[in-house]
Antibody, heavy 121, light 107 residues
Framework: EVQLVESGGGLVQPGGSLRLSCAASGFTFHNYAVSWVRQVPGKGLQWVSS????????YYADSVKGRFTISRDNSKSTLYLQMNSLRAEDTAIYFC??????????????WGQGTLVTVSS | EIVLTQSPATLSLSSGERATLSCRAS??????LAWYQQKPGQAPRLLISDVSKRATGIPARFGGSGSGTDFTLTISSLEPEDSAIYYC?????????FGGGTKVEIK
């Protein structure tokens, strides 16, 4: 069974940093591209970032480019999102999502339950 | 970026009725469109990919159609457990984008 378990969310002050993790199991992690998608509570979905199977290729939404860094450790089957210079508008539930294969621009076939990030003073 | 507009915002129907949800793209997404279902407090679940391909385990009452810029998700006979928000998503161009969602309520 595919499982994605996010952690690392919490309350952080504007300008602060946070690192999210997503532990994957139930599939061969290094064979699949993965992404982060966020959702302001009660609002819609926004793609944040995606990473290729090797980690060499990364993509970001304009709203987070230069502040967020996606990475993965295939030896640990774990995805990360380093978030710096956080703003109030980054407050959201962050979901880790698996893609169906190696193609980075694709659908999201499995999702974690999400971790809440709150940016507030 | 490609903007996806979903309508209606809310659909209130009775069990057994047919639900028709619309997703319109600001430019052609060819057939690279998916639908997701999200229930309160849960993560989204992939229902349909590439306009009409049901994901594993998705009941046959869920169907997708359309091409280019106009797409439809049809739930042929609503069940109480279909109460949720439904989102469309395109994967034609970066950034992949989602529609604003349609809330389906069961009377």
């Amino acid at each position: 069974e595919v499982q994605l378990v996010e952690s690392g969310g919490g309350l952080v002050q504007p300008g602060g940093s946070l690192r999210l993790s997503c532990a994957a199991s139930g599939f061969t992690f290094h064979n699949y591209a993965v992404s982060w998608v966020r959702q302001v509570p009660g609002k819609g979905l926004q793609w944040v970032s995606s990473i290729s199977t090797s980690g060499r290729d990364t993509y970001y939404a304009d709203s987070v480019k230069g502040r967020f860094t996606i990475s993965r450790d295939n030896s640990k089957s774990t995805l990360y999102l380093q978030m710096n210079s956080l703003r109030a508008e980054d407050t959201a539930i962050y979901f880790c999502a698996k893609l169906p294969g190696v193609i980075i621009l694709d659908y999201f076939d499995y999702w974690g339950q999400g971790t809440l990030v709150t940016v507030s003073s | 970026e490609i903007v996806l507009t979903q309508s209606p915002a809310t659909l209130s129907l009775s069990s057994g009725e047919r639900a028709t949800l619309s997703c319109r793209a600001s430019q052609s997404v060819f057939n690279y469109l998916a639908w997701y279902q999200q229930k309160p407090g849960q993560a989204p679940r992939l229902l349909i990919s590439d306009v009409s391909k049901r994901a594993t385990g998705i009941p046959a009452r869920f169907g997708g159609s359309g091409s280019g810029t106009d797409f439809t998700l049809t739930i042929s006979s609503l069940e109480p457990e279909d109460s949720a928000i439904y989102y469309c998503q395109q994967r034609t161009k970066w950034p992949q984008t989602f529609g604003g969602g349609t809330k389906v309520e069961i009377k």
